[in-house]
C-alpha cells in the first residue's frame, strides 16, 4: 500500500537548493562568529582554568611540606622560642616592667647566680 | 565515495569547534542543519518558524558547547535544544515580517519558475503536515526528510520502535489523504 512508501517532502528539505543553503549556513556562521570568537580569545585561559584544581593541590601539597621541613631544621639547630620575659630581663628592664613590686631590686643575675638574699 | 578518515567524526568537531574553530562548526551545522529543521518543523509545523529557531539553536549550542557531556552525541544534544528552542518559540510566537523571505528568495539558484513551483509545493506540504499531530509530523519528516531509522527515532523520542512505526503509518495515510498519491514517491527499495 502507499501508506508504506516514504512521503516526497524534498520540497521542504532545508538544504535544497544548494545556494540557499549555504546562505542559511552563512547565517548560522555569522550569528555564532562572537561565540566562536570569544572561544579562540579564552582557549588558552581555559587550558590554566583546566588545571586549576591540580595546581592548587599541588600548591597546598607543598606548603605542607615546607612547613614540616621548616619545623625539622628548626629542630635540628636547638633554636628555641624566646619569651618577651626573658628579652627584657636580657635588657634589665625586668624591674622597670616588673609587677609593682618596690622591694630592693634584684636584678636578674642576682637571681640566677644565686647572690641575692633579701 | 569518500573514507573515514575525510570525515571527521562529531566528537573530533565538537572539540575543534570548543577551542572556536569556525569550519570545524560549519561542518557540524551542515551535517545536522536538516535534523535540526525536523525537529523544529515537527514542533512548529511552519517553516521560516523553524529556520530562525534552527539558527537559533546552533548559536545557543555553540555558546554552551561544555554542556555536551559526550560529543559523539552531540546531534542526540542538538536535537533537545531545537526542541526547547521551538516550544519556547510557539509558546511566544509573534507575527513575523515578510521581509524576512526576501534574501531566501533572491538567492535561490533555480529558475523562477521553478522555485516558484517549489515554493508552492512546500506550501501544500506545509498546510498538510499542519493537520498531523506533532509527533506524527516529527516523525515523518525525521524519517522520510531525513532518513533517520525507526531505531534512531524511537531513542530521540525515548518511544518504543514500534510505536514509532505506528506513528509514521498514520502519518503517511492522513499525508496521502490530503496530498493525493501524486506526491507520494515510489520508492523501490522501501
Same mark, same amino acid.
Given at each position: 500500500m502507499n501508506e508504506e512508501l516514504p512521503t516526497d517532502l524534498s520540497a521542504l528539505d532545508p538544504t535544497h537548493p544548494p545556494l540557499a543553503f549555504a546562505h542559511r549556513v552563512k547565517n548560522v556562521r555569522t550569528a555564532a562568529s562572537g561565540a566562536l570568537r570569544k572561544r579562540r580569545t579564552v582557549a588558552p585561559l581555559a587550558m590554566v582554568a583546566h588545571w586549576r584544581v591540580p595546581l592548587l593541590a599541588a600548591l597546598f601539597l607543598l606548603m605542607i611540606a615546607s612547613a614540616a621541613l621548616f619545623r625539622s631544621v628548626q629542630g635540628d639547630t636547638g633554636i628555641e622560642t624566646v619569651g618577651t620575659d626573658e628579652v627584657a630581663d636580657a635588657l634589665g628592664a625586668s624591674s622597670v616592667l616588673g609587677d609593682g613590686d618596690d622591694s630592693p631590686s634584684a636584678t636578674p643575675a642576682d637571681i640566677l647566680l644565686g647572690g641575692y638574699e633579701q | 565515495m569518500s573514507s573515514p578518515a575525510t570525515i571527521p567524526p562529531d566528537a573530533d568537531l565538537v572539540s575543534r569547534a570548543l577551542r572556536g574553530d569556525a569550519d570545524a562548526f560549519d561542518v557540524l551545522v551542515r551535517r545536522h542543519y536538516r535534523t535540526a529543521f525536523a525537529v523544529a518543523l515537527g514542533v512548529l509545523g511552519n517553516r521560516q518558524d523553524a529556520e530562525d529557531v534552527v539558527q537559533d539553536a546552533f548559536v545557543k549550542a555553540v555558546d554552551r558547547l561544555e554542556d555536551?557531556?559526550? %560529543?559523539?552525541?552531540?546531534?542526540? *544534544?542538538?536535537?533537545? =535544544?531545537?526542541?526547547?528552542?521551538?516550544?519556547?518559540?510557539?509558546?511566544?510566537?509573534?507575527?513575523? @515580517?515578510?521581509? @524576512?523571505?526576501? %534574501?531566501?528568495?533572491?538567492?535561490?539558484?533555480?529558475? %523562477?519558475?521553478?522555485?516558484?513551483?517549489?515554493?508552492?509545493?512546500?506550501?501544500?506540504?506545509?498546510?498538510?503536515?499542519?493537520?498531523?499531530?506533532?509527533?506524527?509530523?516529527? =516523525?515523518?519528516?525525521?524519517?522520510?526528510?531525513?532518513? *533517520?531509522?525507526?531505531?534512531? =527515532?524511537?531513542?530521540?523520542?525515548?518511544?518504543?520502535?514500534?510505536?514509532?512505526r505506528q506513528h509514521l503509518f498514520v502519518a503517511r495515510k492522513l499525508l496521502r489523504e490530503r496530498l493525493g498519491p501524486s506526491l507520494l514517491r515510489e520508492y523501490s527499495n522501501e
Amino acid at each position: 500500500m502507499n501508506e508504506e512508501l516514504p512521503t516526497d517532502l524534498s520540497a521542504l528539505d532545508p538544504t535544497h537548493p544548494p545556494l540557499a543553503f549555504a546562505h542559511r549556513v552563512k547565517n548560522v556562521r555569522t550569528a555564532a562568529s562572537g561565540a566562536l570568537r570569544k572561544r579562540r580569545t579564552v582557549a588558552p585561559l581555559a587550558m590554566v582554568a583546566h588545571w586549576r584544581v591540580p595546581l592548587l593541590a599541588a600548591l597546598f601539597l607543598l606548603m605542607i611540606a615546607s612547613a614540616a621541613l621548616f619545623r625539622s631544621v628548626q629542630g635540628d639547630t636547638g633554636i628555641e622560642t624566646v619569651g618577651t620575659d626573658e628579652v627584657a630581663d636580657a635588657l634589665g628592664a625586668s624591674s622597670v616592667l616588673g609587677d609593682g613590686d618596690d622591694s630592693p631590686s634584684a636584678t636578674p643575675a642576682d637571681i640566677l647566680l644565686g647572690g641575692y638574699e633579701q | 565515495m569518500s573514507s573515514p578518515a575525510t570525515i571527521p567524526p562529531d566528537a573530533d568537531l565538537v572539540s575543534r569547534a570548543l577551542r572556536g574553530d569556525a569550519d570545524a562548526f560549519d561542518v557540524l551545522v551542515r551535517r545536522h542543519y536538516r535534523t535540526a529543521f525536523a525537529v523544529a518543523l515537527g514542533v512548529l509545523g511552519n517553516r521560516q518558524d523553524a529556520e530562525d529557531v534552527v539558527q537559533d539553536a546552533f548559536v545557543k549550542a555553540v555558546d554552551r558547547l561544555e554542556d555536551c557531556r559526550e %560529543p559523539s552525541k552531540f546531534v542526540q *544534544w542538538l536535537m533537545m =535544544i531545537v526542541r526547547n528552542r521551538a516550544l519556547s518559540h510557539r509558546t511566544y510566537r509573534k507575527i513575523r @515580517e515578510t521581509s @524576512e523571505l526576501v %534574501p531566501e528568495i533572491a538567492e535561490a539558484d533555480d529558475s %523562477p519558475f521553478v522555485d516558484a513551483a517549489r515554493s508552492e509545493l512546500a506550501d501544500t506540504l506545509q498546510s498538510a503536515l499542519a493537520t498531523l499531530s506533532e509527533v506524527q509530523r516529527e =516523525i515523518v519528516l525525521l524519517h522520510d526528510m531525513d532518513g *533517520w531509522t525507526h531505531k534512531d =527515532i524511537a531513542d530521540s523520542l525515548e518511544i518504543t520502535e514500534v510505536r514509532s512505526r505506528q506513528h509514521l503509518f498514520v502519518a503517511r495515510k492522513l499525508l496521502r489523504e490530503r496530498l493525493g498519491p501524486s506526491l507520494l514517491r515510489e520508492y523501490s527499495n522501501e
